[in-house]
Each structure stands twice: as structure tokens, then as C-alpha cells.
Nanobody
């Protein structure tokens, strides 16, 4: 399975971007998908994830109320709507998907898309 992330770019503080992550294949059953962010010299951190049914979403505190994750299972796509962007949101955003099977799981990662927010 390959994940293709897109939508990054450069914006000024207060601006918006929408990231997309398209998977080459649908999961067999239950999955969790989301976005990590990595800033140069720091570890990759989880920004937000969502379960396959969409009922459970987890946001890091710093993006609550500004970022919204959604998914379109039929289109095999996960979106991240980012609003009111701040310079500290700058980083490379990686999408991922964890597919669950019976007693096992498999992680897939996208290639990363750069988000740069200037003050």
C-alpha cells in the first residue's frame, strides 16, 4: 500500500491549508489514519488521527479547534483541514495508516508534505 500526501505549501500566519492523503488500496477492515509532523532536529509527533468509522478522533492540544481531520473511505483518502495556522505549525507533515488484522497490524507512511507558516 502506498500513501500519497499533498496540499502542503507556504502561507502566512492565520492562513489555511488542506492536506490530502490518498491510499493506493483500501484497508481490509478496521484502521486508524492520521498525520504526524516533524520539525528539523526533533522527533516526529502525532498531530491527529481518526478511526475508520470516524467516531474517534485524537488531536494534540496545540491544534485543537484549528485543525480538522476527516476521511472518505470510498475514496481511500484522509484530509487535514488546517486553519488559523501559526509559525509553530511549520514542519513536514506525514500521513500514515495502521491497518488491523486478527492479532496483527501494519503501518503505512506517506512521503511527507512541507508546511511553512510565516509570521
Amino acid at each position: 500500500v502506498q500513501l500519497q500526501a499533498s496540499g502542503g505549501g507556504s502561507v502566512q500566519a492565520g492562513g489555511s491549508l488542506r492536506l490530502s492523503c490518498v491510499a493506493s488500496a483500501a484497508p481490509f477492515s478496521f484502521f486508524i489514519a492520521g498525520w504526524y509532523r516533524q520539525v528539523s532536529g526533533k522527533q516526529r509527533e502525532l498531530v491527529v488521527n481518526i478511526t475508520s468509522g470516524g467516531s474517534t478522533q485524537h488531536y494534540v492540544d496545540s491544534v485543537k479547534g484549528r485543525f480538522t481531520i476527516s476521511r472518505d473511505n470510498a475514496m481511500r483518502t484522509v484530509y487535514l483541514q488546517m486553519s488559523d495556522l501559526r509559525p509553530e505549525d511549520t514542519g513536514v507533515y506525514y500521513c500514515y495508516r495502521r491497518d488491523y488484522g486478527i492479532g496483527s497490524s501494519q503501518d503505512y507512511w506517506g512521503q511527507g508534505t512541507q508546511v511553512t507558516v510565516s509570521s
